[in-house]
Each structure stands twice: as structure tokens, then as C-alpha cells.
């Protein structure tokens, strides 16, 4: 999406004085498109050009900040319409919806459910992103009460609510940096004006695309950028099509829908939910406002955007190494996985629900499966015996015994030759694996 070099020279002054370095304009333009000079070397570069320069060289989807610090949620950002193109950069930042007209006790017990909702895949922690507080009161006064409330969970907030209630409350909160939602055609000046005020990133809600993308431009204008969209359609099909119309034209470089979109789930129904959630998710939302607060629901649907925003060229990996699982003694058994996250993690957890504590040697298949990496020649009875030995696993344990997976079976005999251990042939599948042990080493 770079600017090529004669983009560039149409731009610069063209006088070939030298005074850059390069000794001709187009040599300088060459460079900067190479990402080896600065605009700033050229002396006579007009402001005009320095804008188009600047503007054509900004990221497709403007990145979006929410919430402040550490737990800060970044959305946009993103160069593909398709993952296995590059890669998705920002997961969708997933922020749970509560209403103000709780009761205190209410809102204190589901912010004591939200913290709870923590998880823990493939060797990695993911939790909810944020909180989006809306306004069912009516009241000013009790929205900044919750919120206030909210703000102890440390995680960015959505303010969801009329402007009069949020010209009242957000200063108050502005520190903590949440979303405005929502400027509208009716009240965008003034919306504008507050986000501004305040520093606060802000969501702008048209009604269909044409109107979101006039809007964005109107607030653009007025000199706010920080800016998510929201067409206000909750209908599934047309949602997703106005998300997918957004992240089209932005990749084209139509600037007033050059960024991240948010948006809603609707259905009652806590399946029907996690359905829209997904798609929504999956097409292109930066950010997704739910109503799902159980384990049973989100913990698929964070799996699901973790799967998703894991870039396709670089699986996750666990370092290769051997790995103890439980207290291990001298009479521990040893298993062969690969450093594949999935794969590795799924045997762990198996390992350590067969309850005899054991050792595993993570052979490094560069993150590929062990079908994968065996058909790929990474994962050898000679990369195993490399590992027996370079780890002394000899001298770890009493009796020479090694579990491989069943998929590979054939490597057994090398390895045996090649090790001098003994090879035992475990499950293909890690789910088999307590009660293989349970027999074998029990
Ligand atoms: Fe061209 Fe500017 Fe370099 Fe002179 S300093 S050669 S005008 S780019």
C-alpha cells in the first residue's frame, strides 16, 4: 500500500539541486519509497505536498485507541480483507454491555463476573476486553455513579448514551480515555466538540453507509480523527455487509471509511448470540459490543477470535524443550509431542489428567503438528534422539522408555537404534492418553 517512487516525485519540486543528498529529485523520491530518506531532507517541498505525502502514506484503517495504559485496547490497523492474504492485526476488542438501571448490589456482582472471566489457551491468557456502560436511567448522575464503579476493573469503558448525559459525565472520566458513542447527524458538532475536549476517541453512528462515511468526513473536518463507525444496522446480514463495504473501501483508500467499525449483538437467544458474535467478529468488526457474560459463551467466542488473529505464517509455539508435568520422580514416563501450541498443550492437559506426573520432550517442528512435521521431515526419530540426549533424559530417569505418538509410528525402530531406548507406541490421539497410561504406567 506504499507509495511508489514516481507518486512521490509528481510531488517534490523538481529543481535537482541536490541539496537532500540524492542529486536528483527523482533519485530522493526513490528513496523515501524505499523507506531510506525522510521528507524532511527536501527544503522546498510545499505544504501541500507534504499533506497529499503524509495522507497517501497513512495506514488504510486509521489505528484506534481505547481505554488508557496497559489494558488499552487497539483496533484498526488492518491491511487484508482476507487472513490467509497477511494477517489480522487488532482482535476485535470484545466489551460486555451493562445497563445503569442496576442496583448497586447488581452492578457490583457482574463487574465481580466480568473479572472472574479470564482463560487460559495454548499457553496463552485472554480475557474481556471492556465494559460498555449504557444508559437506561436517563439519569447523569447515576451513568457516572456505575461508572465510576466500572473504572475499578481497570479495563476501558464504551459510554453509551445521549449526549446531554455524556457532555455531563465523560469529563469526569475523560481520564481513562473510553469511547463516546454516539455522534449522529443530529448532534455531531457537539459530540465533536466534547471528544475533542475531552481527548476521547469517538464512535460516530449514521444511519446505513452513506451516511456514516458523510458524518466521519464532517468530524474529520472539524479536526477529530480518533473515530470508530457504526452504521446502525443490527440486521446480521446487513451488518455484515456494511462492515465488509467499510473495510473495502478503506483498503481502497476512501478515507471517510478509513476506520475501525464497531459493532452490536441483538439476539435474546445466548446460542443465537455467540452466532452473530462470531460472524461479526469474522467480518470485520474492531471492536463488538455483546450481552454474553457466561464462561460457557465467551470462552468459545475468545477462542474463536484468537484462532483468528493468530497470523497464518506464524503458528504458536511453545519453546521446544522438555517440559515436567506434575512432580516428576525417576520412574516418570516420557512422551514425544511437537512444539505446535495446539498440539503440545492438548497433550499436557491430557498428561496431566492421566494424574502420573511425566516428563515431555517438545521437539521443535518450527510449530507445525506432528503429522505435519513428520511429513515435512522435521519431526525424526533423529531430531528425537538429538533431544533424549542433549537434555541427559538419561540420566533423569530409571527406566529408558519413550512414548511416541501413534500418528508416527514408524519412527519406533530407528529411534530405538538410534537412542537405545525403549519405544513405546502411545495413542494418535492426545485424548487417549490417560487411559494408555493408566495401563502402562499406573
Ligand atoms: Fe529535489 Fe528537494 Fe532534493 Fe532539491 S532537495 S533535489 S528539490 S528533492
Redesign the pocket.
Known amino acids: 500500500m506504499g507509495l511508489s517512487g514516481l507518486d512521490i516525485y509528481k510531488q517534490?519540486?523538481?529543481?535537482?539541486?541536490?541539496?537532500?543528498g540524492?542529486?536528483?529529485?527523482l533519485a530522493?523520491a526513490m528513496s523515501l519509497a524505499a523507506g531510506k530518506a525522510a521528507l524532511d531532507?527536501?527544503?522546498?517541498?510545499s505544504d501541500e505536498a507534504r499533506e497529499n505525502l503524509a495522507s497517501a502514506a497513512a495506514p488504510p484503517i486509521r489505528l484506534l485507541k481505547v481505554g488508557a495504559g496497559e489494558t488499552a485496547v487497539e483496533m484498526g490497523d488492518e491491511t487484508v480483507i482476507f487472513r490467509h492474504e497477511k494477517t489480522f492485526v487488532n482482535p476485535t476488542g470484545i466489551f460486555i454491555e451493562v445497563g445503569d438501571d442496576l442496583s448497586d448490589e447488581d452492578v457490583k456482582a457482574k463487574l465481580e463476573q466480568i473479572k472472574g472471566l479470564v482463560f487460559e489457551r495454548v499457553g496463552m491468557e485472554y480475557a474481556i476486553d471492556g465494559l460498555a456502560l449504557r444508559n437506561v436511567s436517563g439519569d447523569a448522575k447515576r451513568f457516572l455513579e456505575v461508572a465510576k464503579a466500572a473504572q475499578a476493573l481497570g479495563k476501558p469503558l464504551v459510554l453509551i448514551a445521549e449526549q446531554a448525559v455524556l457532555s455531563e459525565a465523560a469529563p469526569a472520566l475523560a481520564d481513562d480515555k473510553p469511547l463516546l458513542y454516539a455522534a449522529t447527524a443530529e448532534n455531531f458538532e457537539a459530540m465533536t466538540e466534547l471528544a475533542q475536549k475531552c481527548d476521547c476517541p469517538l464512535a460516530v453512528r449514521g444511519e446505513g453507509l452513506d451516511q456514516t462515511a458523510e458524518l466521519a468526513k464532517k468530524i474529520a473536518g472539524l479536526g477529530h480523527k480518533d473515530l470508530i463507525l457504526d452504521t446502525g444496522n443490527r440486521d446480521l446480514p446487513q451488518a455484515i455487509s456494511d462492515l465488509t463495504q467499510i473495510r473495502r473501501h478503506a483498503l481502497k483508500k476512501f478515507r471517510p471509511l478509513g476506520y475501525p467499525a464497531m459493532a452490536f449483538t441483538t439476539a435474546d437467544d445466548p446460542e443465537e448470540e455467540m452466532v452473530e458474535a462470531t460472524a461479526l467478529i469474522a467480518k470485520y468488526a474492531g471492536l463488538l459490543v455483546v450481552k454474553a457474560d457466561q464462561v460457557s459463551q465467551l470462552l468459545p467466542l475468545l477462542s474463536w477470535r484468537q484462532n483468528l488473529y493468530t497470523d497464518p505464517q506464524k503458528p504458536i509455539q511453545v519453546k521446544a524443550g522438555v517440559y515436567e508435568v506434575g512432580e516428576v520422580t525417576p520412574e516418570s514416563p516420557v512422551y514425544v509431542t511437537t512444539n505446535f501450541s495446539l498440539t503440545y498443550y492438548s497433550v499436557e492437559g491430557e498428561v496431566q489428567a492421566s494424574k502420573i506426573p511425566s516428563y515431555i520432550i517438545a521437539v521443535d517442528t518450527e510449530g507445525t503438528s506432528v503429522l505435519t512435521a513428520w511429513a515435512a521431515g522435521k519431526l525424526t526419530s533423529e531430531a528425537v534422539a538429538e533431544m533424549l540426549e542433549k537434555e541427559g533424559m538419561g540420566d533423569k530417569v530409571n527406566e529408558k522408555r519413550i512414548v511416541l505418538p501413534g500418528h508416527v509410528a514408524v519412527l519406533s525402530g530407528k529411534l530405538k537404534e538410534l537412542s537405545g531406548w525403549d519405544v513405546m507406541v502411545g495413542p494418535r490421539e492426545a485424548s487417549g492418553i490417560p487411559s494408555f497410561a493408566k495401563s502402562k504406567f499406573a
Open positions: 517534490l519540486p523538481k529543481k535537482n539541486c541536490g541539496e537532500c540524492p542529486p536528483t529529485c530522493f531532507a527536501c527544503p522546498y517541498v
